[in-house]
């Protein structure tokens, strides 16, 4: 029941109307009994500051920031993880005891929660892109303590500059998407993650698309695993083509969950949810829709 004392955290971005994070973090907070309720609030980048400065003063608990907002709110926070400035990008706030912003990046938990089961120690991967995306994923690779990372996308100056803000960790082998050498990649990856948006789902009815086009796809073998960070359409059309190939497929929907399980430990001070709450909450509305 919403009353006069019900706190509330929010989603800023731009756009946040197509976010599922609403409906999976309001059944976490159903779950965990508190007078807390989760919205999400379109942001224009001109009222960013004026934005996060207003809701210090008022019953917010916490934030999620997401695109466009997840680099520019650096300068609005007080506190700074230092994996939120390893990967340049902030996605959770909280307000510390002096009311000031304290950030946080959940993602590269996300991204790693459905890998960590498996045995990928020293295996060779690949990431497809080289957006914002791809360094949660970089840095969950290292993390997982792959041999090898590829990084294949057709933007070669965020792939020099990629290589460049890891290259103190790991050696990343660069390809553009035209490049011969990536077929060989392909056959002999162990796992393969597509962090572009193609074949997201949109208002307009769009061909069935793969990643930089089918033939870019024809030494795929049955032994990789194909996570496409895509979590609607489920199945997208690359895991559709992958698990006709034989191969094991992880949609980005346990990544959502994870990362949102991540963030509400940190706006609750380490309260935890299990992970079926807020999955069943998402598949059950997909369902539905």
């Not at 034989?246 to 001070?269: E, P």
Request: a positive charge; one cysteine or more.
């Amino acid at each position: 029941m919403i009353s006069s004392k019900t706190s509330f955290i929010a989603l800023i971005g731009n756009p946040v109307s197509h976010s599922l994070s609403p409906i999976m973090q309001n059944a976490a907070l159903q779950y965990l009994g508190l007078d807390l309720i989760y919205i999400a609030i379109p942001c224009k980048d001109e009222d960013l500051e004026l934005v996060l400065n207003s809701l210090k003063k008022i019953n917010c608990k916490g934030l999620n920031i997401t695109i466009p907002h997840k680099e520019k709110v650096f300068n609005l926070c007080s506190e700074i993880s230092p994996i939120a400035g390893k990967l340049k990008a902030i996605n959770t706030l909280k307000l510390n005891s002096k009311k000031e912003w304290s950030a946080t990046n959940t993602d590269v938990e996300g991204f790693i929660y459905p890998l960590k089961t498996l045995n990928l120690t020293k295996k060779d991967s690949i990431i497809l892109g080289s957006g914002g995306a791809a360094r949660s994923v970089i840095q969950g690779l290292i993390n997982l303590n792959f041999s090898t990372i590829s990084v294949i996308s057709r933007n070669k100056s965020s792939l020099d500059e990629l290589i460049k803000n890891f290259g103190c960790q790991i050696e990343i082998q660069g390809l553009l998407n035209n490049d011969n050498r990536a077929q060989n990649l392909i056959e002999d990856a162990d796992l393969i993650v597509n962090t572009t948006p193609v074949g997201m789902k949109t208002t307009k009815n769009e061909e069935i698309t793969l990643p930089f086009g089918e033939n870019f796809w024809r030494s795929l073998n049955s032994k990789s695993i194909i996570y496409d960070l895509i979590y609607n359409p489920a199945p997208t059309s690359l895991l559709k083509f992958s698990a006709e190939k034989g191969c094991m497929t992880i949609d980005g929907l346990q990544m959502l969950v994870a990362q949102g399980l991540k963030s509400l430990s940190f706006w609750t001070d380490g309260l935890e949810v299990p992970f079926h709450i807020m999955n069943d909450a998402l598949k059950n509305y997909l369902k539905n829709k």
